[in-house]
């Protein structure tokens, strides 16, 4: 796809991660699976429905257990935002293989597992994240990894 593509899609990731409901301004991410220049589905971290989100809370339980960030992933209420818009591509019967995921951040390893088996083929990220095991995953798995630069910063 071409870089003018990319980069409307990284942007719409980005507008994406502010409806996030995570309680760190720093962790709001946002995904977008894209086919064909076509937007299948969308995805941001927050707690599954009817769960209470960190917001709700009034705190962040990784903060609260002194978890440091790109390890026990599961120690949070929130489920990541690739993992949301994977599953929403599943409950609404959307084909996503041969898709590229875009996302305001690198994949973590559960994730990167989730995007291989539903057959994702490129991943266009924004900023890093500290998880070399998801980089190995993704690039075994087939997965093409990109990291997104806006023109400007080049």
Request: net charge positive.
């Amino acid at each position: 796809m071409s870089e003018k593509w990319d980069a409307r899609f990284v942007e719409v990731a980005r507008v994406i991660s502010t409806w996030a409901s995570c309680y760190q301004p720093e962790r709001k991410i946002g995904a977008v699976i894209v086919k064909n220049k076509r937007i299948m589905t969308t995805g941001y971290n927050g707690a599954p429905a009817g769960i209470r989100t960190c917001v709700e809370r009034g705190e962040c339980l990784r903060r609260k257990l002194g978890i440091p960030s790109g390890t026990r992933q599961e120690m949070c209420y929130a489920t990541h935002a690739e993992q949301n818009a994977i599953i929403q591509a599943a409950r609404l019967g959307i084909s996503i293989e041969g898709a590229t995921l875009y996302c305001t951040h690198q994949p973590c390893a559960v994730c990167a597992k989730m995007i291989v088996n539903a057959g994702i083929v490129r991943v266009v990220y924004e900023h890093g994240y500290p998880d070399e095991f998801a980089v190995e995953l993704l690039r075994e798995g087939g997965v093409q990894l990109e990291k997104w630069e806006a023109e400007e910063a080049r």
